[in-house]
């Protein structure tokens, strides 16, 4: 629960926001944290020392919902000689460390990251007459900082958000969103850590496609060249009823080419996953091959973890070389050490079973293997194997319902277990799945009636609309003796029935015994299930 008032106003947990007048009395008792980003935010406003502010009346360290402490709201009046209209400027405070007394976050140390080492914010356009900020956007803030708490995955520019509804509950296209730098504000040193601030950017389901078969960095360039999609600091337009490629048709073309040349950067997702060890039943419950089918998974150790996430991090580099990273101790500084060695990793879950050391998990290799997706996730792997895979690439699925993952590699990929001789390996409950090329054309071709959740309803409904219309009498002719339409027969009437409904039906199952791998595309609830 969280309530609106100026920043400045007294509260129980949060006194004036300073400036370079404020108070020494105020300035002492101010979080270090919190003061070194409102720092930001006064050089960008100097104007208003205190804005309106969303904030968490129980704080999350005192046991509320609501990870952010607070959301500022600022007026940007935009500039309109370079098409940036006037808009509300949204700031998170509470995914970096804001008081470096581990109430929320562990201190690291003054040159890495501070907490996450990142703030949200969000730029949503003005509309004309509103004398004051919406609040939605802080809830939507909140729900991706939750994400972050709970799950420990961190985002970066360039990631992309799968929301699947109007970002402010409304009717609206926009019903996903892509993250990239802010515009203006800088990044922070903190006595705690640096922060930096990533802009949250509502975009279209056919752009989050795009983005997702190409990659997030490309499509925002896109929306930067198009002032009512974004324009140059990528202002959120609620009320935006086209796509960029309904507005500009020839972007189609940019990012089809751009598919072509560079493939996807998407290196990965979290998904809700599992697989199955099919060469022989599992022996005990100390047999690894049993993550899909016991109800206390082994979990990732500490080093596959590392190597997991460097291999999505590294993904995400446009220019990046097709290897996976070593499985070795952990990582020293460096760009890819974002987090502190003590903090829970992103794949490591809070279950009571014991992590097996690293050094004692033998790489296993498996004869056939079972690869389970939701409809989300399976409708995805044409991109892996086409964007990804084609390219000399890899993709990795890990699962937000249990501790394991399932890492596609191709044959140019180096630093992978999997080999040519032994497509189908194993570390742990980490799996790694090696595919010629000549196999991925195979898979493609079979596949390609997988569709995301959003086509499958829009076909069902033109399929559903196409049989009503067979079944209404034609508009009668004023030459003619009003005639009924001639019905279909009832065998077609059903076979159009049935399509329609195939498209919804689930599971959906593909084998390829040659190459003894199943995959199946299931529910959603057979993931929720505690088995998984």
């Known amino acids: 629960m969280a309530?609106?008032?100026?920043?400045?106003?007294?509260?129980?947990?949060?006194?004036?926001?300073?400036?370079?007048?404020?108070?020494?009395?105020?300035?002492?008792?101010?979080?270090?944290?919190?003061?070194?980003?409102?720092?930001?935010?006064?050089?960008?406003?100097p104007d208003q020392p205190n804005p309106l502010q969303v904030t968490a009346i129980v704080k999350y360290w005192l046991g509320g919902p609501d990870p952010l402490d607070y959301v500022s709201m600022y007026r940007n009046v935009g500039s309109p000689s370079a098409n940036i209209p006037e808009h509300w400027h949204y700031i998170s405070f509470g995914l970096s460390d804001l008081y470096g007394d581990s109430r929320v976050?562990?201190?690291?140390?003054?040159?890495?990251?501070?907490?996450?080492?990142?703030?949200?914010?969000?730029?949503?356009?003005?509309?004309?007459?509103?004398?004051?900020?919406?609040?939605?956007?802080?809830?939507?803030?909140?729900?991706?900082?939750?994400y972050v708490f709970q799950s420990e995955n961190t985002f970066c520019s360039g990631d992309h958000v799968s929301w699947h509804s109007p970002l402010d509950n409304s009717e609206s296209r926009i019903q996903h969103m892509l993250?990239?730098?802010?515009?203006?504000?800088?990044?922070?040193?903190?006595?705690?850590?640096?922060?930096?601030?990533?802009?949250?950017?509502?975009?279209?389901?056919?752009?989050?496609?795009?983005?997702?078969?190409?990659?997030?960095q490309g499509i925002?360039?896109?929306?930067?060249?198009?002032?009512?999609?974004?324009?140059?600091?990528?202002?959120?337009?609620?009320?935006?009823?086209?796509?960029?490629?309904?507005?500009?048709?020839?972007?189609?073309?940019?990012?089809?080419?751009?598919?072509?040349?560079?493939?996807?950067n998407l290196s990965g997702v979290s998904a809700k996953c599992a697989?199955?060890?099919?060469?022989r039943p599992p022996e005990d419950d100390e047999d690894s091959r049993s993550i899909c089918i016991g109800t206390q998974p082994r979990r990732l150790s500490g080093k596959d973890t590392e190597q997991i996430r460097e291999t999505l991090r590294r993904g995400l580099e446009i220019n990046s070389k097709p290897v996976l990273p070593p499985i070795n101790p952990q990582r020293q500084n460096g760009l890819t050490h974002d987090r502190a060695p003590s903090r829970k990793d992103s794949l490591e879950s809070d279950s009571s079973t014991a992590i097996i050391p690293h050094e004692l998990i033998r790489t296993r290799q498996l004869e056939s293997v079972h690869l389970k997706f939701n409809q989300e996730s399976g409708a995805l792997i044409p991109l892996c194997l086409r964007g990804r895979l084609l390219h000399g690439r890899h993709f990795t699925y890990k699962s937000i319902t249990g501790d394991m993952a399932i890492t596609f590699v191709s044959t140019g990929v180096e630093g992978a277990f999997a080999t040519e001789e032994h497509p189908y390996a194993a570390h742990g409950p980490w799996l790694q799945i090696l595919l010629t090329e000549e196999f991925v054309?195979?898979?493609?071709?079979?596949?390609?009636?997988?569709?995301?959740?959003?086509?499958?309803?829009?076909?069902?409904?033109?399929?559903?609309?196409?049989?009503?219309?067979?079944?209404?009498?034609?508009?009668?002719?004023?030459?003619?003796?009003?005639?009924q339409t001639e019905l279909p027969a009832p065998e077609n009437l059903a076979e159009e029935a049935a399509r329609a409904f195939r498209l919804f039906k689930l599971p959906k199952e593909y084998n390829w015994p040659e190459k003894k791998l199943k995959v199946s595309i299931l529910p959603d609830v057979v993931f929720d299930s505690p088995l998984h």
């Open 220 to 264: 925002l360039e896109l929306l930067r060249t198009v002032p009512i999609a974004g324009g140059p600091w990528l202002i959120t337009d609620m009320r935006r009823g086209e796509t960029i490629f309904e507005i500009d048709p020839h972007l189609q073309e940019r990012v089809d080419k751009g598919i072509e040349t560079d493939g996807s």
């Open 105 to 146: 976050h562990e201190f690291t140390g003054t040159d890495g990251p501070s907490g996450f080492g990142f703030e949200l914010t969000f730029r949503l356009k003005r509309e004309t007459g509103e004398s004051a900020p919406p609040t939605w956007p802080a809830e939507l803030m909140q729900g991706l900082a939750r």
């Open 441 to 483: 054309e195979k898979m493609l071709e079979d596949l390609e009636d997988l569709t995301s959740p959003e086509e499958v309803v829009k076909e069902t409904l033109e399929m559903l609309n196409g049989l009503i219309s067979l079944c209404l009498p034609t508009t009668p002719s004023p030459h003619k003796d009003t005639q």
């Open 3 to 45: 309530e609106l008032r100026p920043s400045g106003a007294p509260g129980p947990t949060a006194p004036p926001a300073p400036g370079p007048t404020a108070p020494p009395a105020f300035a002492s008792l101010f979080p270090p944290g919190l003061h070194a980003i409102y720092g930001e935010c006064r050089r960008l406003y």
């Open 275 to 279: 697989w199955d060890d099919l060469s």
């Open 179 to 216: 993250l990239t730098e802010d515009p203006q504000m800088q990044p922070v040193q903190t006595p705690f850590g640096v922060v930096t601030f990533l802009q949250i950017v509502g975009v279209c389901t056919e752009e989050l496609h795009a983005a997702q078969q190409w990659n997030g």
